[in-house]
Nanobody, 127 residues
Framework: QVQLEESGGGLVQAGDSLRLSCAAS????????MGWFRQAPGKEREFVAA????????YYADSVKGRFTISRDNAKNTVYLQMSSLKPEDTAVYYC????????????????????WGQGTQVTVSS
């Protein structure tokens, strides 16, 4: 089992950048595929980005492609989400999630593919 803790959220203006961090409790963090999801008020939790367990493959939702970058530092047991050119519609609680080795059937964008979740960090983008 792995415990996840997000940090780095806050209030920013449109066009600003922000970097979220997700620290994992296990030394075997490098064996986990990771994902970022977000949930805006009144909406379903949606996929944002994912990284394979070695970090060689990354995936993004169309809405953030070209603006967000997922990366990981396995030595620090941490995955990051670098967000740039932020928009008001990016306002949400951001969650990191983990699954051992890889996603079932490579479904990196499904919530059900991740058994482990953090508590979330709020990102608010003002216009």
């Amino acid at each position: 089992q792995v415990q996840l803790e997000e940090s780095g959220g806050g209030l920013v203006q449109a066009g600003d950048s922000l970097r979220l961090s997700c620290a994992a409790s296990r030394r075997s963090f490098s064996s986990y595929a990771m994902g970022w999801f977000r949930q805006a008020p009144g909406k379903e939790r949606e996929f944002v980005a994912a990284s394979s367990w070695r970090g060689g493959n990354t995936y993004y939702a169309d809405s953030v492609k070209g603006r967000f970058t997922i990366s990981r530092d396995n030595a620090k047991n941490t995955v990051y989400l670098q967000m740039s050119s932020l928009k008001p519609e990016d306002t949400a609680v951001y969650y990191c999630a983990a699954v051992y080795l890889s996603w079932p059937s490579d479904h990196y964008n499904l919530r059900s593919s991740y058994p482990y979740w953090g508590q979330g960090t709020q990102v608010t983008v003002s216009s």
